[in-house]
């Protein structure tokens, strides 16, 4: 037999053998999990037996946020024609059950569910796929749009260099991202502009995420004096790339050097206070702090790993690199997934829709983890819109989750699409097909409309 054919076939029996030793079922489904009933059991609303219970409701709102069409009617039609092929009395097409349900859904279980299939993942990751046997955590933040409505924008409001009603109210997000499987490990929520918006911030209110021993990666933003003592108080390394007014004036010919452009500097404690810290707070950090500088790939980075003989100055370059997933993890997203903008119209319905979001993420970063552990590769090299349209098929055809065979066989096909290894890639950010010759609305929808009616539309812009 061929030697490769062979291989092939090897492989296969060994996904099977060790799918068969799973709970499919327990897996797949994971809103009734034992892992996960027990912590949202106590956030479920009361409730009674209806046809939109909060676990059909929730899985019925993930459903939306995976598909390409993502309207309320669509998720009621699909749960009409699922009944009806059931061999049960078909639900009503009407939308207004299904929304008043989604309303009654507390944000509080989604967020949990996000917060512990993240866990789930993140425990579930092989050494293997640690650095240096430490497990690395991505933060970065982005933003996301919302519906044009009153209550989103005294909420969320837009920013002040649009004119009012020409904008979209806007909302900060930030995440921490586990760099071995891409699952979202927590997230904080707030304003684009206005006090108690800012990344750091929304960062400060998630820090009890992290754990001793862990190493956190982030952009500039990040590198400030009082969150380098903050992580070294709670025993988490941290990698950063340097604070641009920082940046122009760092000189390594200060301090101890470690190397070429790689030197211990010391750092002394800010004599403002910041708003945000307490007296007492400010007292107890550090006068002083020493860190590490080191110029690598044409960026200055910031780290608290000191020792050079314990992590050289090639592998902090290394890990710096890996920092790019998390933009590519906001761009699965934003983009694969469609959550650049919301499409509900009120606050609350509005964030409970971007939890949806992370948690059905999540949902197929844990398959595609599963899928990586069985054919011995790392999950960041399979492709998670290969593995989303896998999904999306399977809920679709598959009739019998619990057959282990099944489960071999999706597992395999999410595997045989690898993400190339792209280094130093570069691409324009520009648009080479041109949008449709309509000009830009430059006044409210409303005086827009009565111009129209007084004077009808206007030619279209050669």
Not at 25 to 36: G, H, I, Q, R
Not at 115 to 133: D, E, F, I, L, P
Not at 311 to 338: I, P, Q, Y
Request: hydrophobic share 35%; aromatic share 6%; proline share 5%.
């Amino acid at each position: 037999m061929n030697p490769r054919r062979q291989a092939v076939i090897h492989q296969q029996q060994r996904v099977r053998r060790e799918a068969s030793n799973t709970d499919a079922y327990a897996f797949f489904n994971l809103l009734t999990s034992p892992e996960l009933f027990d912590c949202v059991e106590s956030l479920l609303p009361d409730h009674r037996e209806r046809l939109f219970p909060p676990t059909e409701t929730l899985s019925m709102f993930m459903a939306q946020a995976l598909n390409a069409d993502r309207s309320c009617q669509k998720a009621v039609n699909d749960m009409a024609v699922k009944q009806l092929l059931g061999g049960l009395k078909p639900c009503s097409t009407h939308t207004g059950g299904y929304c008043r349900a989604r309303q009654r859904l507390p944000v509080e279980m989604v967020s949990t569910l996000v917060r512990s299939t993240g866990n789930m993942v993140s425990a579930y990751s092989a050494k293997t796929w640690q650095w240096m046997g430490r497990p690395v955590r991505l933060v970065d933040g982005t933003t996301v749009s919302m519906p044009d409505t009153a209550a989103n924008q005294a909420a969320y409001p837009q920013s002040r260099g649009q004119k009012p009603g020409l904008g979209f109210p806007i909302c900060r997000l930030v995440g921490i991202v586990c760099l071995s499987s891409g699952a979202v490990l927590n997230a904080a929520l707030g304003r684009f502009r206005g006090k108690g918006g800012d990344e750091q911030t929304l960062l400060r209110s998630m820090l009890d995420t992290l754990n001793t021993g862990d190493v956190l990666v982030g952009d500039a933003y990040y590198a400030t004096y009082f969150l380098l003592c903050e992580l070294q108080r709670r025993g988490i390394d941290g990698v950063f790339e340097q604070y641009g007014a920082r940046r122009r004036s760092t000189d390594f010919r200060r301090g101890r050097r470690l190397g070429t452009r790689d030197h211990l500097i010391g750092l002394d404690k800010p004599q403002k206070r910041p708003a945000w810290m307490s007296l007492e707070h400010y007292e107890q950090v550090p006068e002083r702090l020493e860190i590490r500088e080191l110029k690598v790939g044409g960026k200055i980075l910031v780290t608290t790993l000191c020792c050079a003989n314990h992590t050289s100055k090639a592998e902090l370059k290394s890990l710096f690199k890996n920092r790019w997933h998390v933009e590519l993890d906001l761009r699965n997203l934003k983009t694969t997934m469609g959550l650049e903008m919301l499409s509900c119209k009120t606050p609350s319905m509005a964030i409970k829709e971007l939890w949806v979001y992370l948690l059905a993420h999540n949902l197929i970063r844990l398959i595609m983890a599963q899928s990586a552990s069985l054919v011995d590769c790392l999950p960041r090299e399979l492709s998670f819109k290969h593995s989303l349209q896998l999904w999306l098929a399977w809920r679709q055809f598959a009739d019998d989750l619990e057959r282990g065979e099944h489960l071999a066989g999706l597992l395999l096909l999410i595997a045989q699409q690898r993400v190339g290894n792209r280094a130093g890639r570069a691409e324009p950010r520009a648009l080479k097909r041109r949008p449709k010759p309509y000009p830009l609305l430059t006044r409210t929808r409303q005086s827009a409309r009565a111009e129209i009616k007084r004077s009808g539309h206007h030619k279209r812009a050669k």
